[in-house]
């Protein structure tokens, strides 16, 4: 590994300009950092009295200046009036592995720069902006000091804004912001004007055709930052407020999360970044090798597809037996576990409004856990935990570490946490005994949510968290966040209206994917299990179907469908049990935003590539090399590809199924059917 860190450096990596004493007094100055290779820089200025900044790429300004700065209650703001007072700049380059992860070598190879800002007067404030700037993208965030007046915090309001030169020409993808299941709804692409209130990640295509996405890093101890747009081409921080009106409640000294603009030459090029894990702390928990990444079966879609239930009764889905029935199949067929939701008391009646009804150390009567948990042991099969909340949050904290002693105790080393709720209906008993309703995304939740996985980590037991706050990067700082929804499932394929268009899994790899990993369960066989014609079915290809397991990463992976489905297509299932989900490297080939997508990944520890391409709504053919591959071996390509006929709503089920055998120096090209895709494994063969 290579750790180098230089201190005060100056030189190509800052430029400090027009600075001038007039009577004494300091005038306007102007601070710059470059990214390693040169094309990425950014400048911050005191200019009208209020720092701000401005971003340009490849000798292009893409980001016009923009304002900075915190409103605080009491007090005034720390932005207006401020000025530059010193800086201090600082390279690093260096190498850290994951312990697992889509590669498991990153590498943190940026310049940075410390802006001090102050205003004088009667009551003299200070604060701090630190820049971090990489070849692909960039970070920054405020560092307040403990001060007179500044000691209990209240954040009333962030000023930061984000502008974007030619923004009557610029693209964009987003989903809205405090809608009642935000990160639920259906990307959209329009003109950048037409972004009101926008979650983040936010993606954006700018006239020259670099590609950009703002989001943020290391969120916790604050509020989720969406994007208002209040002129157009402007956009500004909102903060997810707390249900009395205020931001954010902190004691100084403190540091906001990083505002991060990931930025690329083209679509591809925001795959292949690790900026925002970059932001983000090191691991905290020390050895973490308990933390098994692999794949699962359950019981979810059955419930979903309302053949079973998960409250009790004739139909209840989560028994002994039927949880030992998927536990012989994930035996017989490699997979590390088994998902079993509704196994536990509190989901009779209407269980999205009674949280409190819930008990997470007792199993319905059908459902014995001491047997599970011996048959489990006996096939090397673990139970995935399943732990509904309802929103209820304040009753799951009240119970939260005797359910963890037991799901241990139970051979139980993952746990799926759900948070079903409207937005802003997360039920919090505060210290005086009222009930409160907070947002998913506020700073309560946020520390709710690092809670429920820092408690887990001191039993050994990783977190899947589904409803949760968005991912900003701390799977690296506690590394048993091993997953988390937060878009659009695969269940919407079942019961949801409008069902996911082919489209949503050719924008996700450029939009949510950028946060992290996502439990989105693929691998549906029956593609219409609601019967033929039903609106309600998958809008994929079987092929498209295998591909997902490549291109939408997650290290906890679930083959999703009814075990009987993939009894029935063993051919098909053979990619399924063949496919890792962890990562020696990974390298998007190509790409469009909610057009197609090309991935390839390198299994962890092993010679073996894997390879996923889907597409949208239109057939295409693609062309990529294979000079991922090590040019000294053979391999052997195991494809899995689209027919001829094969189109998501008339011939889903056209696959083929070929083996050949192909080199480093190649070039492959595939057909692509409307809705379709392809899934490979490259077998090293020497």
């Known amino acids: 590994m290579r750790s180098e860190l230089q201190r005060n450096r100056k030189g190509a990596a800052l430029l400090l300009a027009a600075v001038a004493l007039v ?75 994951q312990p697992w992860g889509e590669r498991r070598l990153v590498r943190d190879h940026h310049r940075e720069l410390l802006v001090e800002l102050t205003r004088g007067g009667k009551t003299p404030r200070k604060f701090a ?39 009557d020409k610029v693209r964009a993808w987003w989903i809205p912001a405090r809608y009642w299941r935000s990160y639920e709804a259906l990307y959209q692409k329009t003109a950048l004007r037409d972004a009101a ?22 969120l916790t101890n604050y509020a989720s930052m969406t994007l208002n747009q209040r002129r157009e081409g402007i956009f500004k921080a909102d903060l997810t407020p707390w249900s009395d009106g205020i931001k954010v409640k902190l004691r100084a000294p403190f540091n906001t999360p990083w505002r991060t603009v990931q930025v690329a030459p083209d679509a591809a090029g925001l795959l ?22 692999g794949k699962y079966v359950g019981i979810w879609w059955a419930m979903h597809l309302w053949q079973k239930t998960w409250a009790s009764g004739d139909k209840h889905g989560a028994t002994t037996a039927e949880v030992k029935r998927y536990m012989d199949f994930a035996a017989r067929h490699g997979f590390s576990g088994v998902l079993a939701e509704g196994w536990n008391v509190g989901w009779d009646g209407d269980w999205p409004e009674n949280g409190e009804l819930f008990r997470f150390s007792q199993p319905y009567p059908d459902f014995d856990m001491a047997s599970v948990a011996a048959y489990g042991r006996s096939k090397g099969v673990k139970l995935i935990g399943h732990h509904e909340t309802s929103g209820a949050v304040s009753h799951y904290a009240s119970q939260m570490g005797a359910a963890y002693d037991y799901a241990r105790a139970s051979n139980i080393d993952t746990i799926k946490t759900g948070y079903v709720a409207d937005n802003e209906r997360i039920k919090r008993i505060d210290e005086t005994g009222q009930v409160r309703y907070e947002w998913h995304d506020g700073q309560f939740m946020a520390g709710e949510y690092l809670r429920s996985v820092t408690e887990a980590a001191r039993r050994h037991i990783a977190i899947d968290t589904h409803e949760p706050i968005k991912d900003t990067g701390l799977r690296r700082t506690y590394p048993n966040w091993i997953s988390r929804e937060g878009a659009r499932g695969q269940e919407y394929n079942a019961w949801g209206y409008p069902p996911n268009p ?82 020696e490297q990974s390298r998007a080939l190509a790409g469009e935003v909610g057009e197609y997508v090309v991935m390839a990944r390198q299994q962890r520890g092993a010679q073996d590539w894997y390879l996923g391409a889907l597409s949208n709504e239109r057939a295409r053919d693609i062309q990529f090399k294979l000079d991922f591959l090590d040019p000294q071996r053979r391999y052997q390509a195991q494809i899995y590809r689209d027919g001829a006929n094969a189109d998501w709503e008339s011939a889903p089920y056209d696959m083929v199924i070929e083996q050949r055998e192909v080199r480093a120096s190649e070039v492959m090209t595939l057909h692509l059917a409307a809705g379709g895709g392809a899934a490979i494994r490259f077998k090293a063969l020497d």
């Open 129 to 167: 902006l630190r820049l971090r700037v990489f070849d692909d993208g960039l970070g920054f965030r405020y560092e307040v000091p403990r001060q007179r007046g500044v000691e209990q915090v209240e954040i009333t309001d962030e000023r930061t804004e984000f502008r974007f030169a030619e923004s």
């Open 272 to 293: 292949n970044s690790d900026l925002i894990l970059n932001l983000n702390e090191p691991n905290k928990l020390g050895d973490v090798s308990w933390v098994k990444p």
């Open 502 to 583: 082919p489209e949503h899994t050719a924008i996700l790899p450029f939009t949510r994917m950028l946060s992290g990993p996502f439990d989105y369960t693929p691998g549906i066989f029956n593609l219409e299990p609601n019967g033929k014609g039903h609106e309600n079915r998958v809008r994929s290809t079987l092929a498209k179907e295998l591909s997902l397991y490549v291109v939408l990463y997650s290290p906890v992976q679930m083959a999703a469908d009814l075990i009987e489905n993939y009894e029935a297509r063993p051919d098909a299932f053979q990619f399924i049990a063949d496919v890792p989900t962890d990562w």
């Open 197 to 218: 209130h926008v979650e983040t990640p936010f993606t954006l295509r700018l006239p020259s055709g670099v590609h950009l996405a703002l989001h943020e890093a290391a």
């Open 23 to 97: 009577c004494g007094k300091l005038q306007a100055k102007e601070v710059s950092v470059s990214s390693p290779d040169g094309k990425l820089i950014v400048i911050v200025s005191d200019e009208r009295g209020a720092p701000n900044y401005r971003v340009r790429y490849a000798g292009k300004e893409i980001m016009p200046a923009a304002r900075l700065g915190l409103a605080l209650r009491a007090g005034p703001e720390l932005g207006e009036g401020f000025s530059i007072a010193a800086i201090h700049t600082s390279d690093k380059d260096e190498t850290w592995e």
